[in-house]
């Protein structure tokens, strides 16, 4: 059965603490893995998609990682407006619909 | 370009009232899908329309009906609302075939007293 488990499920950062965020799958095959950004109240914002094993994506303080069975979120030195509820989902081949965790709730404190 | 936008964004219905929540979606995108979020139990698949004219059972479609009103609008309906499907309910779109990028809306809150 695929399936998709986030650690850890809360986080709480001092500004400037890098840290990272741990997304484990199975699935039969991969077809992407998804990385987004829900604020309260709101609907999750996409942030990356990653392909392959080795792949690597940035955007401002965030980088994602990919391995063939886990991906990081990691976190360079957060600000808090960097709190808030990171979401892992992952495609199935051939056609799969997304399966999502259960999130990393991230509190970043001045 | 509004993206994707729902409508209501809070509703509070009582045990047995029926309800349509609605879902819009300007990007052209071929597939739209419903999703519920609940506490400790992460993004759950209702239904989803690969295409305009069809529709999907995804992993919770009990309790609920959809249509798949032309390219732009997925609407989702509690037939005969229960408290057990007080819930957030998301819809999204994507348009890709192969790559589901989803794009999400804001969110409907339903409770069911």
């Known amino acids: 059965e695929d399936q998709v488990t986030q650690s850890p499920e809360a986080l709480r950062l001092q500004e400037g603490e890098s840290s990272s965020l741990n997304c484990s799958y199975t699935v039969s095959g991969l077809r992407g893995l998804f990385w987004y950004r829900q604020d309260p109240g709101k609907g999750p914002e996409f942030l990356f998609t990653l392909y392959s094993a080795g792949e690597e994506k940035e955007k401002e303080r965030l980088k994602a990682t990919l391995t063939k069975k886990e991906s990081f979120l990691h976190i360079t030195a957060p600000k808090p407006e960097d709190s808030a509820t990171y979401l892992c989902?992952?495609?199935?081949?051939?056609?799969?619909?997304?399966?999502f965790g259960k999130g990393t709730k991230l509190s970043v404190k001045p | 370009n509004a993206g994707v936008t729902q409508t209501p964004k809070f509703q509070v219905l009582k045990t047995g009232q029926s309800m349509t929540l609605q879902c819009a979606q300007d990007?052209?995108?071929?597939?739209m899908y419903w999703y519920r979020q609940d506490p400790g139990m992460g993004l759950r698949l209702i239904y989803y329309?690969?295409?305009?004219?069809?529709?999907d059972k995804g992993e919770v479609p009990n309790g609920y009906n959809v249509s798949r009103l032309n390219k732009r609008e997925f609407s989702l309906r509690l037939e005969s609302a229960a408290p057990s499907q007080t819930s957030v309910y998301f819809c999204?779109?994507?348009?890709?075939?192969?790559?589901?990028?989803?794009?999400f809306g804001p969110g409907t809150r339903l409770t069911v007293l």
């Open positions: 989902a992952v495609q199935a081949f051939p056609q799969g619909n997304l399966i």
């Open positions: 329309s690969a295409s305009e004219g069809t529709t």
């Open positions: 990007m052209n995108h071929n597939s």
């Open positions: 999204s779109t994507t348009g890709s075939r192969v790559i589901h990028t989803q794009y």
